[in-house]
Structure formats: C-alpha cells, structure tokens
C-alpha cells in the first residue's frame, strides 16, 4: 500500500470528533493508536483492543504522523 492510500484511510472532518484526525469509518483518534504504539503496544494488540481498526489502518496512523514531522509544525512544552 502506498503512502497517499494510507493517508486516505484518515479522516479530518469537523463533524466527526470535533475535526480531530481519525480513522476513515471509525471514530479512533491517530493519536489513540499513536499513543498505543508509543506505550508498547503492537499492532497486533491495538487490533485486538479495536476490532474495527485493520493492521493498515495502523500503518495510516504512523504515515500522517510522518506527514505531520515534515510539515516543519513543532509544539514543545517548557520544562
């Protein structure tokens, strides 16, 4: 799968989870799955948690958080 099909399977739609970034058909934020990833969690296992979620639809996430990275966009919290 290439990275434009992954980047359709997310959504952005203001009437659809307050506009936040989600899987196309689902209401699960990228940043769920992003989240899970960054915890431990495989992929394997975050579909298994999320039985509507497919092993492309993990795959998505990481790609629009890939998309984000480039866009040069950075917030950063004072320590």
């Given at each position: 799968?290439?990275?434009?099909?992954?980047?359709?399977?997310?959504?952005?739609?203001?009437?659809?989870?307050?506009?936040?970034?989600?899987?196309?058909?689902?209401?699960?934020?990228?940043?769920?799955?992003?989240?899970?990833?960054?915890?431990?969690?495989?992929?394997?296992?975050?579909?298994?948690?999320?039985?509507?979620?497919?092993?492309?639809?993990?795959?998505?996430?990481?790609?629009?958080?890939?998309?984000l990275?480039?866009?040069?966009?950075?917030?950063?919290?004072?320590?």
């Open positions: 799968m290439t990275q434009e099909e992954l980047l359709q399977r997310v959504t952005v739609d203001p009437e659809v989870c307050a506009g936040k970034p989600c899987i196309r058909g689902t209401r699960i934020y990228i940043a769920v799955i992003l989240d899970a990833l960054a915890e431990g969690l495989s992929p394997t296992e975050i579909v298994d948690h999320y039985p509507s979620l497919k092993q492309e639809d993990i795959r998505a996430a990481v790609a629009y958080g890939a998309e990275a480039r866009e040069n966009i950075w917030k950063v919290t004072a320590q």
